[in-house]
């Protein structure tokens, strides 16, 4: 099977910075985009940052200019370095990984969640 694994969440104080990492492994012919994905409590889950197997980016209006997704093809890997932060970007911090998925499972796509990292920022 296919699963992303995240860590570098924890406790950060206001203007501080953080740098999450996920790595995607198992049955894998191909990661196509790797995201970010945030949610708060009593909030819906929504995109911080994704980026595509080619280095296309797209940032959540709310972390433009603060935070930066990269990824390491090889590794199969993204980070997201998180500077300036504040204390709304207190979120469960959720990777996720479009892949196609292994000849052992006929090449098809599957979209993997990992099991979100807690990021708490005190002001």
């Known amino acids: 099977q296919v699963q992303v694994v995240e860590s570098g969440g924890g406790l950060a104080q206001a203007g501080g910075s953080l740098k999450l990492s996920c790595a995607a492994s198992?049955?894998?012919?191909?990661?196509?985009?790797m995201g970010w994905y945030r949610q708060a409590p009593g909030k819906q889950r929504d995109l911080v940052a994704v980026?595509?197997?080619?280095?296309?980016?797209n940032y959540a209006d709310s972390v433009k200019g603060r935070f930066t997704i990269s990824r390491d093809n090889a590794k199969n890997t993204v980070y997201l370095q998180m500077n300036s932060l504040k204390p709304e970007d207190t979120a469960v911090y959720y990777c996720?990984?479009?892949?196609?998925?292994?000849?052992?499972?006929?090449?098809?796509?599957?979209?993997?969640w990992g099991q979100g990292t807690q990021v708490t920022v005190s002001s």
């Open positions: 198992g049955s894998i012919f191909s990661i196509n985009a």
């Open positions: 996720n990984a479009d892949v196609v998925r292994s000849a052992s499972y006929a090449y098809t796509p599957y979209k993997c």
């Open positions: 980026i595509t197997a080619g280095g296309r980016v």
